[in-house]
Nanobody, 123 residues
Framework: VQLVESGGGLVQPGGSLRLSCTAS????????IGWFRQAPGKERERVSC????????YYSDSVKGRFTITSDNAGNTVYLQMNNLDPADTAVYYC?????????????????WGQGTQVTVSS
């Protein structure tokens, strides 16, 4: 499985960014694909995830109402639209995937990870 992220960058507080994760190589159906982030000196935290075919989406409380996760119809690309960004959102954002929603979202231990993309929110 290969996960390739894009779309990170520098944005001012209150601004928006859209991250993309293109997935390939799944040997199973109905994967769960999600986003985690890790800020300097902090533990990695879950952000959002989706089961692309079913379009069921989940969000952490810290991003609910500001971030939206979607997928294309084929389920190969997942997007994270981030609005009203705050300096506290500054982190490396990682795309992740697993066969199990529970393993990815509840345990935070998905089998597959992307390389990460930096998001910096600063004036």
């Amino acid at each position: 499985v290969q996960l390739v992220e894009s779309g990170g960058g520098l944005v001012q507080p209150g601004g928006s960014l859209r991250l993309s994760c293109t997935a390939s190589g799944f040997t199973f159906d109905r994967p769960t694909i999600g986003w985690f982030r890790q800020a300097p000196g902090k533990e990695r935290e879950r952000v959002s995830c989706i089961k692309p075919v079913a379009h069921n989406a989940y969000y952490s409380d810290s991003v609910k109402g500001r971030f939206t996760i979607t997928s294309d119809n084929a389920g190969n690309t997942v997007y994270l639209q981030m609005n009203n960004l705050d300096p506290a959102d500054t982190a490396v954002y990682y795309c992740a995937a697993d066969r199990s929603l529970y393993k990815l979202w509840e345990n935070g231990r998905p089998d597959y990870w992307g390389q990460g993309t930096q998001v910096t929110v600063s004036s």
